[in-house]
């Protein structure tokens, strides 16, 4: 989500339902500007219409706009942070095959949750899994290398959690393993900035 105006407009809505007006009298800008952010906030389905206000002798009723829920959750700099802790308290209290385990079972139940596996070809199966893994936040490509398919990130949408502990790309493994239908064999760059790669097997 872009900063600035924007951002301040968020802010404002979670406090309370506004009109155009309202927002660009707080934010100090134009209708029309404010229109044209609420209209990207609408699209990106972080605001949405309320209902009107209706105020005697004002003539045409003003829309009145408020967040989605989804919002807090966009909005929000917790969940990154305690995701990390989250992994490191789990993987520091639980050995090694039993963590792994753990992992896996979080990609199976991530991948039940969007609708198990994908239907059609191997190859469209593939596509769907880096689809499910762009709606997740990633920036991934299926390619064709002399190991077959691969689907190649430019970033891992897991990144900050994968950084500190490359074991949490297990759950991503089995998450694509099983939208795809195929086995996922992970070949990730990890460090600083981790990038996914997945060597898909038939």
Not at 90 to 101: I, V, W
Not at 164 to 191: K, L, N, Y
């Amino acid at each position: 989500m872009a900063t600035g105006t924007r951002e301040q407009i968020v802010a404002l809505l979670r406090r309370d339902q506004r009109t155009v007006d309202e927002l660009a009298a707080a934010v100090g800008t134009t209708d029309n500007a404010v229109r044209s952010h609420l209209a990207i906030l609408e699209r990106d389905g972080l605001v949405r219409v309320e209902g009107v206000r209706r105020t005697p002798g004002a003539g045409k009723p003003a829309v009145l706009y408020g967040l989605n829920p989804a919002a807090d959750e966009v909005a929000s700099r917790a969940y990154p942070a305690v995701l990390v802790a989250l992994v490191d308290v789990l993987l520091e209290s639980t050995p090694g095959p039993e963590a792994e385990a753990m992992l896996q079972e979080v990609g199976h139940r991530l991948a039940r949750a969007i609708g198990g596996e994908a239907r059609g070809t191997v190859e469209q199966r593939i596509e769907a899994a880096a689809a499910a893994l762009i709606a997740l936040g990633g920036d991934v490509e299926v390619t064709r290398t002399d190991e077959g398919l691969v689907i190649q990130g430019h970033g891992c949408p897991l990144g900050r959690a994968v950084s500190s502990r490359p074991e949490v790309c297990t759950a991503v493994e089995s998450f694509v393993s099983d939208v795809a239908g195929a086995t996922a064999i992970q070949r990730c760059d990890h460090g600083e900035r981790p990038r996914c790669r997945f060597a898909m097997g038939e």
